[in-house]
């Protein structure tokens, strides 16, 4: 992945895929999938690297229809904003 900096109260996120079938086993199709809600944070703006509330690495909940998608490198990614996160996801 090429070298991506967040500007303002921005993050990258990764997020996790939509499941592809039911614990039962039954196949769901693509567009019936819903879009995950959580994912891994892989870049923090500057800004918010000085807050430190939000960090690399962390696992994060953001709203449904939230952030700019985006590929890179065919990979899907999501820029948020901070307020869009909603929770941290802890162990």
């Known amino acids: 992945m090429p070298k991506f900096i967040p500007l303002g109260q921005r993050l990258l996120v990764k997020p996790d895929l939509a499941q592809s079938e ?32 939000i960090k690399e690495g962390q696992r994060v909940v953001f709203g449904r229809f939230t952030g700019a998608e985006h590929k890179i490198d065919g990979e899907d990614y999501l820029i948020l904003n901070e307020p869009d996160v909603l929770a941290i996801l802890t162990d």
């Open 22 to 53: 039911t614990r039962s086993g039954i196949l769901i199709p693509d567009n019936a999938k819903d879009t995950p809600q959580w994912g891994q944070v892989l870049v923090v703006s500057a800004a918010l690297e000085k807050e430190g509330t």
